[in-house]
């Protein structure tokens, strides 16, 4: 995270956000800070590019070019998918996998196959040998399927693969549902997020002719204040228009900027964007076609067919694939002609290829009509499993909130990071997790550094992802004492199970407005040699930094056997070789400094007792720790009844608080010799910006401190002794 500023991109100032309750301020618009200092303003909510991305939507399911629940193979193509039912229409075309680096891991999972001679989508399913697969000759074939019966060699073909690994786990159907339902539950966020504001007025950045886009209608964002940011767009019947033209769309933007496109059934299937083509089997398409993306101001562009496997020229994949989402809850059927992204269909509606088209695509029907569908992305994971040895790891994505609670705990998303801003311990534990810090596990030879048997330190990458180190196990005595690993040998028919624990480094600290929490991932991981194939069965739970339990990750449906805390659950059979824990959450904090002051201003005024006490915008009571509070010169801290209110004695310098979002009341309870107590001060705290609460009305603070003016007693004037006037002496 950058030193010179916190990159908050909501409504909120992206610096340290400063307070005064003397002068007061505020603005209609979204305030944000750029590079140089100086601030834009934009009219709509902003999520950060590294919160929300390809990464996180489609978490393990980035493995996947196609995800789907019912998916027809109607010609050659080149990807890998998960679907839950797979049929093909044609008998000769196998899915081929030019995956680039070459030797990389192609991963398949298949929940089941339609049989010869019924009907899907109209079109009749030719078998047997359902399910083709083919590669280059040099990468590998990772595909697991519900049943034996699937990849028989009745129903099953593969060609030109170095090596072919197959598994069978009655839960792929189960696990193909959870990766599409997570994305589904991501497209709708999405369309929440276009109902509360996020999206911007496109108008003001779209031209219909524009000259650097060989005149026509192009969407520059260059000019905005977007980098590292999200844009959402609601897309109208006129952008649709030239969205489902050929090279009839071109957009500008900064390299790292994300584009969300919304597309609802409030589209006009009669305007230009749709048409009618006999040869498909539905009658009339939204039509997403070929358009254009340029990352250097337009001198330059790519297009959406520009995608090459046997170099590693990656332009396509990296400034569209990953970078583009089409966020569609369309009902009317949806085709894909030459296009590129990353496509998420929430209806019902049949989504064909009309043309080759790239990227990923999560839809509950699917079909390549005409053309290909291409998996082109370049960073697949490469963990492999096979009867001899097992690859997989765990993930999790980098998070962040504006206060805890419990599992209803929401996400603030307009929270961005930079790579490697955070890191994470990832540590051997007991069955007991009794190991809470992961610093005691030193290296046996020298113990300055830690064990890298026991303990690996993991950084988040660009898109927030936190991938742990990939684990290996093995059903052969003799591999597993050659690499080393003695201990992960997993005998025929038996099982072992290991303990892992995620912490954060440096828990408890405050990080540019960022508490690092000192919540924490248990996984527990049973591995079974059944009949010689390695299985795998997770269990893990999840806490936030005060203590609250956040998820747990376990299958609700069967009866428990895995221990956690005193209670029974049943672990999750896992599918492929990354098992996401979704979320580990920091929360956001404003960090304030409380001045006590004479009313000249001029100093601190040491020896007022100050108490505040704050409810966050739940009604739940703020609740205070000894590290809430970073005392001043010479102030001293008060005992009080309740951890629910903090009290201090100022000091020679004013002391800093760390302030959840929430509606705050500062009180002096008794003020210095000699001067006069003051009046409360009621303030609210939300997404980085105070307010302060006045006679029902709010004032926005501009300044860095919240300051309680003291004024001080009127001495009295000493009241003269009269003297007395002498009496005359009688002569």
Avoid at 70 to 84: D, E, I, L, P
Avoid at 98 to 117: C, D, K
Avoid at 422 to 445: C, G, M, R
């Amino acid at each position: 995270m950058k030193k010179r500023f916190t990159k908050i991109l909501s409504v909120a100032l992206a610096s340290v956000m400063t307070m005064s309750l003397i002068v007061t301020g505020g603005s209609s618009g979204v305030r944000t800070v750029n590079a140089e200092g100086e601030s834009t303003e934009t009219s709509a909510v902003q999520d950060a590019a590294s919160q929300v991305n390809y990464s996180t939507i489609l978490a393990r399911g980035v493995d996947y070019g196609i995800i789907a629940q019912n998916f027809q193979q109607r010609g050659h193509m080149q990807t890998t998918y998960a679907v839950n039912s797979f049929s093909r229409s044609v008998s000769t075309d196998f899915t081929e996998v030019n995956l680039n680096p070459h030797n990389s891991t192609a991963q398949f999972l298949i929940g089941g196959i339609v049989e010869n001679g019924k009907t899907v989508f109209g079109r009749t399913v030719d078998g047997p040998e359902y399910v083709k697969l083919g590669g280059d000759g040099t990468n590998v074939l990772n595909v697991e399927a519900a049943s034996a019966d699937i990849l028989s060699s009745t129903n099953f073909a593969q060609q030109n693969f170095k090596e072919v690994v197959k598994t069978i786990n009655p839960d792929t159907p189960a696990n193909i549902n959870k990766i599409f339902n997570d994305v589904m539950k991501a497209s709708k966020d999405i369309s929440d997020k276009i109902d509360k504001g996020y999206a911007i007025n496109y108008a003001d950045y779209y031209k219909e002719n524009d000259s650097r886009a060989g005149n026509k209608a192009c969407l520059d964002l260059s000019s905005g204040d977007f980098a590292n940011k999200v844009v959402y767009i609601q897309v109208d019947n006129a952008l649709m228009s030239k969205i489902g033209q050929s090279d009839g769309f071109y957009i500008i933007k900064d390299p790292s900027t994300v584009i969300v496109f919304n597309v609802d059934d409030s589209v006009d299937s009669n305007d230009p964007g749709f048409y009618h083509n006999p040869n498909l089997s539905q009658d009339e398409y939204v039509i997403f076609s070929t358009y254009n993306v340029s990352v250097d101001g337009g001198k330059s562009f790519i297009r959406t067919t520009e995608y090459n496997y046997t170099t590693s020229d990656d332009h396509t994949d990296k400034e569209i694939a990953q970078k583009i989402i089409w966020n569609i809850s369309s009902n009317k059927p949806i085709g894909l002609d030459n296009t590129t992204g990353l496509f998420i269909v929430s209806s019902d509606s049949l989504v064909e290829t009309i043309g080759t088209s790239a990227g990923w695509i999560v839809a509950k029907n699917f079909a390549n009509s005409v053309g290909e569908w291409h998996y082109i992305y370049k960073g697949g994971n490469q963990d492999v499993l096979d009867d001899k040895k097992g690859e997989i790891h765990f993930a999790a994505n980098k998070t962040f909130t504006r206060a805890y609670d419990g599992e209803n705990t929401v996400e603030d998303t307009t929270v961005s990071s930079d790579k490697d801003d955070f890191a994470f311990y990832w540590y051997v534990n007991d069955k007991n997790f009794s190991i809470t810090d992961p610093t005691t596990l030193k290296d046996p030879e020298d113990d300055t550094k830690l064990d890298a048997s026991k303990v690996q330190i993991v950084k988040n990458d660009a898109t927030s992802k936190l991938k742990f180190p990939t684990l290996k196990f093995f059903n052969n005595l003799e591999d597993a004492e050659e690499a080393g690993l003695k201990d992960y040998y997993i005998p025929t028919n038996q099982d072992k199970t290991f303990y892992y624990t995620v912490r954060e480094v440096n828990a408890g600290t405050i990080s540019n407005n960022v508490e690092l929490s000192k919540g924490y991932i248990n996984i527990i991981l049973n591995v079974k040699n059944e009949e010689g194939s390695l299985k795998y069965y997770v269990l893990t739970e999840t806490y936030l930094d005060d203590g609250s339990f956040y998820k747990r990750d376990a299958d609700v449906d069967a009866d428990g056997n895995f221990k956690m805390n005193g209670t029974e659950y049943t672990p999750i059979r896992m599918s492929g070789v990354e098992f996401s824990m979704k979320s580990f959450i920091n929360r956001v904090v404003t960090i304030g400094k409380i001045s006590k002051q004479t009313i000249s201003g001029d100093k601190e005024l040491p020896g007022a007792t100050l108490t505040l006490e704050g409810k966050d915008f739940s009604g739940k009571d703020i609740v205070f720790s000894s590290e809430s509070i970073t005392l001043g010169k010479g102030a001293k801290i008060q005992e009080t009844a309740s951890n629910k209110i903090i009290s201090w004695i100022s000091g020679d310098e004013e002391t800093t608080v760390k302030l959840p979002d929430g509606v705050y009341t500062l009180k002096e309870v008794a003020p210095p010799e000699n001067y006069s107590k003051a009046s409360d001060i009621k303030f609210k705290v939300v997404n980085n910006k105070i307010y302060e609460i006045k006679d029902d009305k709010e004032s926005k603070v501009d300044n860095n401190r919240i300051v309680m003016v003291d004024e001080a007693l009127a001495t009295p004037t000493p009241t003269a002794t009269p003297t007395a006037t002498p009496t005359a002496t009688p002569t």
